[in-house]
């Protein structure tokens, strides 16, 4: 597995109209699925027992040090690999609560970023939420919003799990919609938890709807764990389904991430096989040959995968070195690689 997986889509008008501009404004918009970031304190309405010292995973306090320190590295690299260079507005996915993700903008790697903190306890039963982290310099939030997803099982008992996050805000005088999600498992199998995902995708769709309804040139990114690839139902036929206008069919989403995944590239192991779950999806207005949108659009995307990032022996060499492997503390940072995306304006737009 390569050191750092990175793919850069270019299209050539977007290369002519740029190419003698000498400075640009680029801002990254990333994604992590940080593996269970608890902190070691049993809450009694959830399940995290697990986590804690006398726990399935003895994890201690020292434990829980190290696990937000070695998560604070890899944000502040994400983009370009340099320290000190991460995302302007970061997703994150199967964190425990306020306090974990105010230890995490306050470590070292990070206090200099000045990130603030978007969080709601979800009803999940495990105590996982999605969450979103962004620099107040780079990105006003005008209106937030947590939905719930209402499930049921075949017995009719409810399926609690994560909410899905909404932020309309302005991000250097642009205004864009980010949707932070973090779909059902597929605990029981992709094909018998599929629905679950299908449901969860059509609620998505509604909610990107309903925004380009009262803003056709709206600008939204949709970012999370899917727990399903780029060519899935869930994706290409729930949350992409293309529309049928008259004699033409609109496709109001572009997936940057479903060439990676066709190329082999991935972000995490299930079952023994290589996923590309992580993804950042973008309305198609953002396309850099949309010569008719201003302000930013898209560069490139991006899994960040250094070598640090990798299991590099033993039976699961090549995957993600995870935090927890046989009710323990393994030591190593998640069992899914990070994504982003990059917008990209010149410095002449304003």
């Given at each position: 597995m390569r050191f750092f997986f990175i793919i850069i889509f270019l299209i050539a008008s977007f290369q002519t109209n740029w190419q003698n501009s000498e400075k640009y404004h680029i801002k990254t918009i990333g994604f992590y699925n940080v593996e269970n970031l608890f902190d070691t304190v049993d809450d009694s309405l959830t399940f995290d027992e697990d986590y804690t010292l006398n726990g399935k995973n003895h994890y201690s306090k020292t434990d829980y040090i190290e696990k937000i320190n070695k998560t604070a590295r890899v944000i502040s690299e994400i983009g370009s690999g340099k320290i000190n260079s991460g995302p302007c507005i970061i997703g994150l996915a199967e964190i425990e609560n306020f306090k974990?993700?105010?230890?995490?903008?306050?470590?070292?790697?990070?206090?200099?970023?000045?990130?603030?903190?978007?969080?709601?306890?979800?009803?999940?039963?495990r105590g996982i939420d999605v969450a979103l982290l962004y620099r107040e310099a780079d990105f006003l939030p005008l209106e937030t919003k947590f939905i719930e997803v209402r499930l049921w099982n075949e017995r009719g008992e409810r399926i609690?799990?994560?909410?899905?996050?909404?932020?309309?805000?302005?991000?250097?005088?642009?205004?864009?919609?980010?949707?932070?999600?973090?779909?059902?498992?597929?605990?029981?199998?992709?094909?018998?938890?599929?629905?679950?995902?299908?449901?969860?995708?059509?609620?998505?769709?509604?909610?990107?709807?309903?925004?380009?309804l009262a803003n056709p040139e709206a600008k939204i990114l949709i970012l999370g764990d899917f727990n399903d690839d780029p060519?899935?139902?869930?994706?290409?036929?729930?949350?992409?389904?293309?529309?049928?206008?008259?004699?033409?069919?609109?496709?109001?989403?572009?997936?940057?991430?479903?060439?990676?995944?066709?190329?082999?590239?991935?972000?995490?192991?299930?079952?023994?096989?290589?996923?590309?779950?992580?993804?950042?999806?973008?309305?198609?207005?953002?396309?850099?040959?949309?010569?008719?949108?201003?302000?930013?659009?898209?560069?490139?995307?991006?899994?960040?995968?250094?070598?640090?990032?990798?299991?590099?022996?033993?039976?699961?060499?090549?995957?993600?070195?995870?935090?927890?492997?046989?009710?323990?503390?393994?030591?190593?940072?998640?069992?899914?690689?990070?994504?982003?995306?990059?917008?990209?304006?010149?410095?002449?737009?304003?």
């Open positions: 974990v993700l105010d230890d995490l903008v306050h470590t070292i790697k990070l206090q200099n970023f000045a990130y603030q903190i978007i969080q709601k306890d979800s009803p999940d039963r609690y799990t994560r909410d899905i996050l909404y932020v309309n805000g302005i991000l250097d005088n642009d205004e864009i919609h980010i949707i932070v999600n973090h779909w059902p498992s597929r605990r029981g199998g992709k094909s018998r938890s599929e629905t679950k995902r299908m449901k969860t995708a059509y609620l998505v769709r509604q909610l990107t709807d309903s925004i380009t060519i899935d139902k869930s994706i290409k036929k729930g949350l992409l389904k293309p529309i049928q206008a008259e004699n033409n069919v609109l496709y109001p989403f572009f997936n940057p991430m479903e060439v990676m995944f066709k190329k082999g590239w991935n972000s995490m192991s299930y079952r023994d096989g290589l996923h590309l779950f992580d993804q950042i999806i973008l309305s198609s207005n953002l396309k850099s040959d949309n010569s008719s949108i201003n302000g930013y659009v898209f560069y490139r995307a991006g899994i960040y995968n250094p070598s640090y990032l990798i299991s590099q022996k033993g039976k699961y060499k090549g995957y993600p070195l995870r935090s927890f492997e046989n009710n323990r503390y393994a030591g190593g940072y998640s069992d899914h690689f990070p994504v982003y995306v990059q917008l990209i304006k010149p410095f002449s737009d304003k």
